[in-house]
T-cell receptor
Framework: SQQGEEDPQALSIQEGENATMNCSYKTSINNLQWYRQNSGRGLVHLIL?????REKHSGRLRVTLDTSKKSSSLLITASRAADTASYFC?????????FGDGTTLTVKP | EAQVTQNPRYLITVTGKKLTVTCSQN?????MSWYRQDPGLGLRQIYY???????DKGDVPEGYKVSRKEKRNFPLILESPSPNQTSLYFC???????????FGPGTRLTVT
């Protein structure tokens, strides 16, 4: 079964609003990563947060990690139409990668 | 330019006809991996390799083979493809296998 589960499955917002998506995982991790995928294309790495970090920022992205709850969230602030994509969390343990089912974000202009 | 390349990008084939999807990276990464992506099932790992001559099964290895004879190449082999292997396939590489992965553009395979 998938280690990473995300919610919501789909999210539709207006340009300028913030978008939050959540990810849960099942086992101990070294780090958790977030990726973006534009329709049918290869995934692009966005941000990595280590297990000893609680929050990390990169531009308009903010990621939090709660290892006690085995969960992470990705916040995209001031969203743009170009942020429309699917977003996945991922963990890698001893070489085995597990990706969440993804959140499809639609940002309306 | 640092990249992961896959060939072919699109392939339509028939059941039972052996095929190979190539994957190559020019970043000297030790870790490489294959995934398949299906609607409603997300991205699932097929096989991965931590280094040359070292390969391990992912979550869905049945019906696939891989080899890692050189650091830069990690081909995916379907010895006898079946329609349930129709999918979008991605190759990825990573410096050490615990950090960010760099993905290829994908190979869309249809088996009739």
């Amino acid at each position: 079964s998938q280690q990473g589960e995300e919610d919501p499955q789909a999210l539709s917002i207006q340009e300028g609003e913030n978008a939050t998506m959540n990810c849960s995982y099942k086992t101990s991790i070294n780090n958790l990563q977030w990726y973006r995928q534009n329709s049918g294309r290869g995934l692009v790495h966005l941000i990595l947060i280590r297990s000893n970090e609680r929050e990390k920022h990169s531009g308009r992205l903010r990621v939090t990690l709660d290892t006690s709850k085995k969960s992470s969230s990705l916040l995209i602030t001031a969203s743009r139409a170009a942020d429309t994509a699917s977003y996945f969390c991922a963990t890698v343990v001893a070489g085995k990668s597990t990706f969440g089912d993804g959140t499809t974000l639609t940002v309306k202009p | 330019e640092a990249q992961v390349t896959q060939n072919p990008r699109y392939l339509i084939t028939v059941t039972g006809k052996k095929l190979t999807v190539t994957c190559s990276q020019n970043m000297n990464h030790e870790y490489m991996s294959w995934y398949r992506q299906d609607p409603g099932l997300g991205l699932r790992q097929i096989y991965y390799s931590m280094n040359v001559e070292v390969t391990d099964k992912g979550d869905v290895p049945e019906g696939y083979k891989v080899s890692r004879k050189e650091k830069r190449n990690f081909p995916l082999i379907l010895e006898s493809p079946s329609p349930n292997q129709t999918s979008l396939y991605f190759c990825a590489s990573s410096p050490a296998g615990i950090g960010e992965q760099y993905f290829g553009p994908g190979t869309r395979l249809t088996v009739t």
